[in-house]
């Protein structure tokens, strides 16, 4: 029994000094090896992360050079105001919209927005029209939000129309009656020319602008909703609605695939009339 033991003992202890060996000054020698490899790794990312932000870091503008272009650009803004209407703006409009204009010195169109906004509230006439709100709302907008409003401020109460394109296919699964079940799914949209006149600089991401305007309760989407023949044969005309049509009628792989659409409209919503009032049309002396 005790030459069992004893045997036991002998072999925990060799593998005790396996163990020492695998783990030890070899070990710990190869692990110095390869911590650089993985520090120099990060580093990389570091540095790249650096550069990458680098830019960034130098269009943030600090206060005095958002003050020197507000003074600039809305001091004929202001000349058009009466002397007896200007006023200070209110310090819950000034205050947010000075800060947020820092991030916005590369955007020439949402830094309009923020200057009309602020001439707003300068006006004892239309300080009424400014809310709070409104900053947030621009700082949720992209450029190509503030062209398509900046357009859309031509028409006023107009309704703008707008389409979505659909793709139907037959299934493998039959109906009652023996016929293929068809299914439809939306493949883009809602869409409206009037990204184009307003001159956005990606069309195909028209849906994600307009849906975006809608969340900000700016506009308000009416879907389905007729239109009219002629506005109709228009839409369908547009490049871009061609351009999905020629892609869903040639569908190599669905069966029976077909092109459908809806017709719709966007319009101003109350807050959107009174945004658009505050921000987007120019600032006109009511003499």
């Given at each position: 029994?005790?030459?069992?033991?004893?045997?036991k003992?002998?072999?925990?202890n060799?593998?005790?000094?396996?163990?020492?060996?695998?783990?030890?000054?070899?070990?710990?020698?190869?692990?110095?090896?390869?911590?650089p490899?993985?520090?120099?790794?990060?580093?990389?990312?570091?540095?790249?992360?650096?550069?990458?932000?680098?830019?960034?870091?130098?269009?943030?503008?600090?206060?005095?050079?958002?003050?020197?272009?507000l003074?600039?650009?809305?001091?004929?803004?202001?000349?058009?105001?009466?002397?007896?209407?200007?006023?200070?703006?209110?310090?819950?409009?000034?205050?947010?919209?000075?800060?947020?204009?820092?991030?916005?010195?590369?955007?020439?169109?949402?830094?309009?927005?923020?200057?009309?906004?602020?001439?707003?509230?300068?006006?004892?006439?239309?300080?009424?029209?400014?809310?709070?709100?409104?900053?947030?709302?621009?700082?949720?907008?992209?450029?190509?939000?503030?062209?398509?409003?900046?357009?859309?401020?031509?028409?006023?109460?107009?309704?703008?129309?707008?389409?979505?394109?659909y793709?139907?296919?037959?299934r493998?699964e039959?109906?009652?009656?023996?016929?293929?079940?068809?299914?439809?799914?939306?493949?883009?949209?809602?869409?409206?020319?009037?990204?184009?006149?307003?001159r956005?600089?990606?069309?195909?991401?028209?849906?994600?602008?307009?849906?975006?305007?809608?969340?900000?309760?700016?506009?308000?989407?009416?879907?389905?909703?007729?239109?009219?023949?002629?506005?109709?044969?228009?839409?369908?005309?547009?490049?871009?609605?061609?351009?999905?049509?020629?892609?869903?009628?040639?569908?190599?792989?669905?069966?029976g695939c077909?092109?459908?659409?809806?017709?719709?409209?966007?319009?101003?919503?109350?807050?959107?009339?009174?945004?658009?009032?505050?921000?987007?049309?120019?600032h006109?002396?009511?003499?």
């Open positions: 029994m005790r030459k069992e033991n004893s045997t003992e002998i072999k925990k060799k593998g005790e000094k396996l163990i020492s060996q695998a783990f030890g000054p070899a070990a710990e020698e190869f692990g110095q090896e390869i911590r490899i993985g520090t120099e790794v990060g580093a990389l990312a570091v540095r790249a992360t650096r550069a990458l932000l680098k830019p960034v870091g130098g269009l943030i503008w600090g206060f005095e050079k958002v003050e020197d272009w003074a600039e650009s809305i001091a004929p803004k202001i000349e058009k105001i009466p002397p007896k209407f200007r006023i200070e703006p209110s310090l819950i409009i000034a205050g947010p919209t000075i800060d947020a204009m820092k991030y916005c010195g590369s955007e020439p169109h949402i830094r309009e927005l923020f200057a009309n906004l602020l001439v707003t509230s300068m006006d004892s006439r239309s300080a009424s029209d400014s809310h709070p709100a409104f900053v947030e709302m621009v700082k949720q907008m992209s450029p190509d939000e503030a062209k398509m409003l900046k357009f859309m401020a031509r028409g006023y109460k107009e309704n703008t129309p707008i389409i979505e394109v793709r139907a296919f037959e493998m039959k109906n009652k009656d023996g016929t293929p079940v068809v299914s439809i799914s939306r493949v883009f949209g809602p869409y409206s020319p009037i990204a184009f006149y307003a956005c600089s990606n069309m195909l991401e028209v849906p994600t602008l307009i849906s975006n305007l809608a969340r900000l309760e700016i506009i308000q989407i009416l879907f389905p909703a007729d239109v009219s023949e002629e506005t109709t044969e228009e839409l369908l005309s547009d490049s871009i609605i061609q351009k999905f049509r020629k892609e869903i009628e040639n569908e190599p792989i669905l069966k077909q092109f459908r659409y809806n017709t719709g409209w966007i319009r101003l919503t109350p807050l959107g009339e009174r945004f658009l009032d505050a921000c987007v049309r120019a006109q002396s009511q003499q």
